[in-house]
């Protein structure tokens, strides 16, 4: 009986630990032509869908227990896969994903959740590169930034300008990660283009509330861009040529399946076409040239050791300038020579570079590593040089001076994906980075007979600062219905004897109310350490970051969202979210104060205060079919408070517009013709401007002599003042609403086959019904010489041409 | 490439014509009516001079207007002291039998049959702060040419140096104080040259002072308080440059007291003027004591130095 027993026991412990035992499937998701690594693949199980999706290396982690599968591997754009998996041990597996081509090719998977429906991450958008590039754009060049600004609670600031105002902040509350690696400055050209390449572009996520743990260090958004990263496989490029600027891509394997290389340049030839043009409008002057231009160059290698690790080197460098030369300029005076020569430039520019390693440890655990640098500047230079001749010898003077300012970093991180069982997903990390701040500093180089030698750098010293941050995530599954993902982001600055800290907590749920439905809520609270002084209108090169000090404090955010999202088949998505954002030490220029001139003692040019925005956003988009685009909304209201700004009085917030809508449709009209369209709406944004004038003081009328018949306009000796300026009144900051600004702008595409690969024309139309939009006001006089607000619109009807093609 | 050239100027003449600016209706843009204006500073042992104005609606084509049939009743600590109606022909109302004191608060109030509204201010005359002591230091000169009239010429030239200021800040107490630099310069109408002409010109300098060098607002406007040396014997260097002056040329250092209103005024005006024309500097809200009104009614006593150049 004893022996009947022990058996029994042993058959049902045995049982109990089959059916107890799980196991893991692991490994990367790929494109299967370029080898490209997928982000956010979808991979679930048929029937019980547990499902996961991939990291930002394409590598996914599935624990089940041990049984028989289909395993589900799927995202958008390309056919899905289906691997029958027998789970009796750990499996690793290479998954490649074959682009779809057509309509007939999408292969719509019963069942098969929508990411966006099943994920807790709320308040986020990917945005394919293919959608980019489709879209119409200013001048025929395709823009990233752009792009983004077409999503709802997202607004671009003034026409044309790359600036990112999302939710109610700032264009310095965005962290612009670029492979991982922050981007100070993504203009060029004032702002009207960034600095991002499409064409050596991967994936673009925009991230606008609900910020999981691993971000930190800005306020209000995460804008997070990774590049190619080779392909694996075959050799291949692409370029295009354009109205304004030409670029050209290369990329392919140094070693099949092992090693591979992206390179991707981009120029501008503004300054070659306008130099005619300047000739012809000036006044003739065949010495001097001037002109302007930016260039761009992202490249990239990529080496996979084995299936366990991986190393990237990324490196980013643009630059913009502006320039005016004058060549060496003689004339004889009196059997003496003279010349004179001149130089003077603005240039502006980013270098960004990362060192990335990614190492799987385990099925369960993968890790990134990555070392980064990341330096923005601007610099002014004026150089002249002027030299005598004469019997009596040769002499020359020489002028130089360059005042140059920016920021540098030097980061180090750390970011580790645990996967110890379907139900949870952890990840856990920490950064570092070495700051150093550049307020500005003089280089004077004189050379001549009075001084000799002169070459002294003035200006203030360059600051440093130290900032670190440590954080930990779980996305966990609670049950069939409730998932969450709680986090906590810990982070510390260190600047001149000054220690700021804060634990920020981060939580974001998900409840399904069933397959096709979920309700989600979200809490962040973020901190950041940096401010951007900034003119408010318009990128300029001048736009320059600062440290928190002790008199202005880090910028404080806290955020609270709720929202539905729904998916129709495969095809549709619908998310409908309101949410509630404070912000604290937020920062502005105080009356009168300007970013021209000198940055010395800008804690003094600025105030601090408070901000906060709320509305709602609807979102409706197609990604599958013959016609994709999305449809948003967005309704909101945005004000700020500062205490000795506008009388201590509440103020809306510049770019705060009541209702914001966007329109974007791509299909194709045949087998070789594409069209796409996009239409934008947006009430006014709010304009600060004079109401009333009256008589005043001025300095510059207490001087001089001068009569009127209207007088009291004489100035006598003795007569101190005579209140003879007329000053205008403004009754509150941003009182005052612009026109609504609405644009159409459509663009076709005609591709053909060559035999070494594909052409496509692209004609486009910016502002296609040539509405003149509002860029700025101001008080003038009509063409009757009547008093009237006067209304300056930037851009008008603009066509566009653009051929690029690949090979 | 001709081609290209005429193909691309067109589609730039295109952009850059089409650019434009038109007349904007903006339906709730704001139209003030006109409301009353009273500018007065006023000093002690001088005569009250108050200008009384109207505003109007910046759309508004008419002139601004001077308003000669108001009625200014002035107090004195919150005591009645006479009404002033009666305007000179010069624009100014004008009152002598009881000039300022310095240390006393006085108000006003001022209406007119045009206007509802009746508008009051009121301020405090500060105490003038006396310059200890000037010392100039001309480090160049050069009287090089001649200007020529009927009768007779006068040598001009330009002239650098230093002024070192010193006074003594009352201590325990918010001081505000303007510092200029100018001078008067004379010439002769070029049609008869026995009329002459008396011009105050503002002098070019620059602060060689680290601790009020944040506060310095304009070329000729030094605006600054005591914040950074309450109570001390306080000395400024300012640098100065000066073209076209002539032997014996009178130049005036002057320290204005201010009262915190009168600061605050005269600090928003010169930001409104520096920011006038810079479409990226931030608007400035100009800064006012009258309730009911615009302008500024502010007591200021001062104290100065003339130097002559020989």
Known sequence: MKRKIIVLFFTLFSVALMYGQKYTISGYIEDAETGEKLIGANIYTQGNLAGTASNNYGFFSLTLEQGEYNIVFSYVGYQSDIQQVNLLEEKELIIALNPSIGIEEVEIIANSPSQSVKSTQMSSIDISVESIKKIPALLGEVDVIKAIQLLPGVQSGTEGASGLYVRGGGPDQNLILLDGTPVYNASHLFGFFSVFNADAINNVTLIKGGFPARYGGRSSSVLDISLKEGNMKKFQGSGSVGLIASKLTLEGPIIKDKTSFIVSARRTYLDLIAQPLIRQIGDGDEYTTQGYFFHDINAKINHKFSNKDRLFLSVYTGRDKFYQNQDPYKYLYDGTVYSNESKSDLGWGNITSALRWNHQYTSKLFSNTSLTYSNYNYGVKNYTEDIVENDAGVTSEINSLEFLSGIQDFAAKMDFDYLPAANHYIRFGANYIYHTFKPGASVYKIKNEEVGNLDTILGEDFIYASEFSVYAEDDIKINERLKANFGLHYSGFYVNNKYYHSLQPRVSARYLISESWSLKSSYAMMQQYIHLLTNNNIGLPTDLWVPATDKIKPQKSQQIALGISKAFDQMYHLSVEGYYKTMDNLIEYRDGASFMGSNTGWEDKVESGRGWSYGGEVFFEKKLGMLTGWVGYTLSWTNRQFEELNQGEVFPYKYDRRHDISVVLTFPIDEKWDFSASWIYGTGTAHTLPTERYFGDSQYFNYGVFSSVSGPYYNYYGDQTSFSGELEHIDSRNSIRAADYHRLDISFQKSKQRKWGEATWTLGVYNVYNRKNPFYYYVGYDSRGSRALRRVSLFPFIPSATYSFTF | ?310
């Open chain 2, 1 to 310: 490439m001709k081609n290209i050239y005429t193909i691309l100027f067109s589609l730039v003449s295109i952009f850059l014509l089409n650019a434009c600016e038109t007349t904007e209706k903006i339906d709730d843009f704001p139209l003030r009516p006109s409301r009353l204006v009273v500018n007065s500073y006023f000093e002690s042992d001088s005569i009250w001079k108050f200008q009384v104005s109207n505003s109007l609606s910046v759309l508004d084509n008419a002139d601004l207007k001077i308003i000669d049939n108001a009625s200014i009743r002035l107090f004195k600590g919150g005591e009645f002291l006479d009404t002033i109606s009666e305007m000179d022909e010069d624009y100014w109302y004008r009152y002598t039998d009881h000039l300022p004191v310095q240390g006393e608060r006085y108000s006003i109030e001022v209406s007119t049959p045009d206007f509802v509204s009746v508008i009051h201010a009121e301020d405090i005359l500060p105490q003038a702060v006396p310059l200890s002591n000037v010392d100039v230091i001309v480090t160049d000169s050069s009287f090089n040419y001649e200007r020529y009239y009927e009768w007779g010429t006068i040598q001009r030239g330009w002239v650098e140096g230093f002024f070192e200021i010193t006074f003594l800040d009352p201590a325990m107490e918010e001081n505000y104080y303007r510092m200029s630099l100018y001078s008067y310069d004379v010439d002769y109408d070029y049609v008869d040259s026995t009329i002459k002409h008396i011009y105050k010109r503002s002098v070019y300098y620059q602060v060689e002072d680290a601790s009020i060098e944040d506060q310095f607002s304009s070329d000729d406007n030094l605006l600054f308080n005591d914040f950074l040396f309450d109570g001390q014997k306080y000395k400024i260097k300012l640098s100065f440059q000066e073209w076209d002056v002539f032997k014996g040329q009178e130049f005036y250092v002057e320290l204005e007291s201010l009262s915190r209103t009168g600061y605050l005024y005269k600090k928003s005006i010169s930001e409104y003027e520096n920011a006038s024309g810079d479409p990226f500097s931030e608007p400035v809200r100009i800064y006012s004591n009258i309730e009911n009104g615009f302008g500024i009614f502010a007591g200021l006593s001062r104290d100065q130095f003339v130097f002559t150049l020989d």
